[in-house]
């Protein structure tokens, strides 16, 4: 169903990937507490570019920079995507410019019971909140028109609200569409997973219902629209949810209690660690991607209920982010590689590619807006303890299904 056209190297562990909502943009935030952003080539259904001539294009690095003095856990675009949040083990977030990195504000994260929480979620849900999720179960909601809207770069900020809407920390948030009613036109609401638990949360309100123990851990989630009601009704709401045993449950909107159907993505109970929808126009029907912890990416059709296409990431790394950018192009990433794919051409599988368009990369110019910032390789004894807490193994090389060899060929990368 797809196809890799590029297989992108970092030079760390990769531990959090964000996509522009409107460009062909992607930010990666690595183990050793980089953040960096690359910019895809145009495609032909670009909105604001030209394709590039003879199929060619160049993938280049916008900026880099060490933006946290430990692990960058967490990334994510404002909704009008001028700016990247970023949030890292020293216990700072970061809203910075997204065209030039420059840090416009800085948050200190709250502490639990007096010790650093780390962060390990970020969403943008409207121009006017940011929600950021630690390890201590807590889910705070941070005010953008005190903090990062401002000119200063030590801008001090306490949040609006902390809710807690799981025991454990909040392994995924999907946002609901704002009703017919809403003025803003954003969000009021969102699910999260966290623990064996599914939460829905109000922006006002805070924590309305949690679902019952569903005795699986549940890692991921996605919200899908159109589908059959379990109740006869057709046009229904519902939310995807990744368990770590190879199934994703089915969540209809308004009857949150408990789950309202099961599909199973993989027998051999593989965790289902990252959802993703695929947009309109890309395959057919109302198709899920889902990241495993074995480095596959899986496509499943909703409706049909049904695996209609598998790929490889990684021979070892699990999938820890993936996603569509502007263009339509399925982005995956995990361990130190991020990997771009598009929609297979309507041929046989078993033909082979014969050429290749050929696109290079190229290295722009590097931002260190921080003061912190440092263009040392060497990994910090903080990226160590944050290796050791993943499970590391030997790495083996994998091929895709072009037979290993990739459309995008780089040149000048480290």
């Known amino acids: 169903m797809f196809d890799t056209i590029c297989t992108l190297p970092l030079h760390s562990d990769l531990f959090a990937q964000a996509i522009h909502p409107t460009a062909p943009l992607l930010a990666v935030g690595l183990a050793s507490g980089h953040v960096q952003t690359y910019r895809l080539p145009p495609t032909t259904s670009s909105p604001t570019h030209s394709p590039p001539r003879n199929g060619c294009g160049t993938i280049e690095t916008s900026w880099r920079t060490?933006?946290?003095?430990?692990?960058?856990?967490?990334?994510?675009?404002?909704?009008?995507?001028?700016?990247?949040?970023?949030?890292?083990?020293?216990?700072?977030?970061?809203?910075?410019?997204?065209?030039?990195?420059?840090?416009?504000?800085?948050?200190?994260?709250?502490?639990?019971?007096?010790?650093?929480?780390?962060?390990?979620?970020?969403?943008?849900?409207?121009?006017?909140?940011?929600?950021?999720?630690?390890?201590?179960?807590?889910?705070?909601?941070?005010?953008?028109?005190?903090?990062?809207?401002?000119?200063?770069?030590?801008?001090?900020?306490?949040?609006?609200?902390?809710?807690?809407?799981?025991?454990?920390y909040v392994s995924s948030l999907t946002p609901l569409p704002p009703t017919a009613a809403s003025t803003s036109g954003f969000p009021k609401q969102w699910v999260t997973t966290?623990?064996?638990?599914?939460?829905?949360?109000?922006?006002?309100?805070?924590?309305?219902?949690?679902?019952?123990?569903?005795?699986?851990?549940?890692?991921s989630s996605v919200y899908v629209a159109g589908l059959a009601s379990k109740r006869g009704r057709h046009g229904a709401d519902k939310v995807l949810v990744g368990g770590g045993s190879g199934v994703l449950t089915l969540w209809e909107k308004g009857a949150w209690d408990d789950q309202g159907g099961r599909i199973i993505v993989d027998s051999g109970k593989e965790s289902l660690?990252?959802?993703?929808?695929?947009?309109?126009?890309?395959?057919?029907?109302?198709?899920?991607?889902?990241?495993?912890?074995?480095?596959?990416?899986?496509?499943?059709?909703?409706?049909?209920?049904?695996?209609?296409?598998?790929?490889?990431?990684?021979?070892v790394e699990g999938v820890v982010g993936l996603g569509f950018e502007v263009g339509g192009r399925m982005v995956s990433g995990g361990g130190?590689?991020?990997?771009?794919?598009?929609?297979?051409?309507?041929?046989?599988?078993?033909?082979?590619?014969?050429?290749?368009?050929?696109?290079?990369?190229?290295?722009?110019?590097?931002?260190?807006?921080?003061?912190?910032?440092?263009?040392?390789?060497?990994?910090?004894?903080?990226?160590?303890?944050?290796?050791?807490?993943?499970?590391?193994?030997?790495r083996v090389n994998g091929k895709d299904r072009n037979g290993g060899k990739d459309l995008i060929q780089f040149k000048g990368i480290d």
Not at 69 to 93: E, H, N, Q, W, Y
Not at 200 to 207: A, C, E, F, I, P
Not at 371 to 379: F, R, T, V, Y
Request: hydrophobic fraction near 30%.
């Open 66 to 168: 060490k933006r946290h003095k430990g692990s960058c856990r967490s990334l994510a675009f404002s909704p009008d995507g001028d700016v990247l949040f970023s949030a890292g083990t020293d216990g700072i977030v970061k809203a910075a410019r997204t065209e030039t990195g420059r840090v416009d504000a800085k948050i200190g994260v709250p502490t639990a019971h007096s010790k650093p929480d780390a962060p390990c979620l970020l969403h943008a849900l409207s121009p006017q909140t940011l929600l950021l999720a630690t390890d201590s179960a807590a889910l705070h909601l941070y005010d953008l028109r005190v903090g990062p809207k401002s000119n200063s770069v030590a801008v001090e900020a306490t949040p609006q609200a902390t809710y807690r809407p799981h025991d454990d």
């Open 194 to 219: 966290g623990g064996t638990t599914v939460a829905v949360t109000d922006l006002r309100r805070g924590v309305l219902v949690r679902s019952e123990d569903q005795e699986e851990e549940l890692l």
């Open 273 to 315: 660690d990252v959802l993703a929808m695929v947009p309109d126009g890309v395959g057919e029907g109302s198709c899920v991607a889902v990241g495993m912890g074995d480095g596959r990416v899986k496509i499943v059709k909703v409706g049909v209920n049904r695996v209609v296409g598998e790929m490889r990431h990684d021979e």
């Open 336 to 394: 130190q590689v991020v990997k771009v794919w598009q929609e297979s051409a309507d041929v046989d599988e078993d033909e082979e590619h014969e050429e290749a368009d050929g696109v290079g990369i190229k290295r722009g110019a590097g931002s260190d807006s921080d003061e912190d910032s440092s263009e040392d390789e060497e990994s910090s004894e903080e990226e160590q303890q944050e290796r050791k807490r993943r499970k590391k193994r030997k």
